[in-house]
């Protein structure tokens, strides 16, 4: 797995530094699940998430006087980047996480977002997370939502349980209608996910129709993710010129 969190950094990296170089850091426009942008905390950011699973790893002192950051619910829309632009997304845990957390901060002026969910094993966000972009759920739901509303790329990193929940119903959201029918998706791990899924017996059953498949881009290559989420953002109905 580690050649892979070196990958997800670079990703985020390369994402993060091209939303702050192009329009999109300047008149974003982009639309996620809904086209009425009324969760404040949300206002004004549009996303990539990344999925992952995670790994034990030290926190930063920062973060030990308490177990989490600011709760999600607080509203804190004017302290978002009123400029807009894409933003990486994370659960805000260690692991594939972390490492996206960090690819967004590794940019001079870049900010990434964070969102954690209480759990008795968690013991609070990631450092690489930007404080003011940093948030707590109780509920997966509720996380799944606000990660979602203004989702605009989805990357999945190798995962569990966890990961396969939350990237499946995106995949719904997508093959139904309710998010952007050209939001790209990157399953980062070529093999790893051709293993521990058997995505052509979905089709052979005839339960999901073969383009749902076609429209996922599996790779380990980080040129061809980067190109693809980019390309993919610059065709949706309302995008930019990049």
């Known amino acids: 797995m580690i050649p892979y969190l070196e990958k997800t950094r670079e990703l985020a990296r390369r994402l993060t530094h091209w939303s702050i170089r192009s329009r ?13 942008k009324s969760i404040a905390e949300l206002n004004k950011a549009e996303q990539v998430a990344f999925l992952g699973d995670e790994d034990d790893t030290d926190r930063n002192d920062a973060h030990s006087a308490f177990p989490y950051l600011p709760h999600a ?6 302290q978002w980047n009123s400029k807009g632009g894409l ?11 972390e490492a996206a957390n960090r690819g967004a ?4 002026g870049g900010r990434s977002v964070g969102m954690g969910i209480s759990l008795p094993f968690e013991t609070g966000l990631n450092p690489y997370v930007t404080p003011d972009l940093a948030f707590e759920y109780h509920y997966f739901f509720t996380r799944k939502l606000c990660m979602a509303f203004h989702m605009q790329a989805l990357v999945v990193a190798p995962g569990g349980f966890g990961t396969c929940d939350e990237m499946f119903e995106m995949m719904t959201l997508k093959q139904t209608g309710k998010m952007q029918s050209a939001m790209p998706i990157v399953l980062l791990g070529k093999d790893y ?3 521990v899924i058997d995505w052509e017996a979905f ?18 290559s980080v040129d061809e993710a980067f190109d693809h989420i980019v390309s993919a953002i610059g065709s949706m109905p309302g995008s930019p010129s990049v």
């Open 105 to 108: 901060a590794d940019v001079p």
């Open 193 to 195: 996910w051709k293993k």
């Open 24 to 36: 999109l850091s300047r008149n974003a426009s982009l639309n996620g699940v809904s086209r009425n």
């Open 87 to 97: 933003y990486v997304c994370t659960g805000g845990g260690p692991g594939f996480m």
């Open 203 to 220: 089709d052979d059953a005839g339960v999901i129709n073969g383009r749902d498949l076609d429209e996922l881009l599996f790779t380990d």
């Open 73 to 78: 619910t607080e509203c804190r829309a004017s």
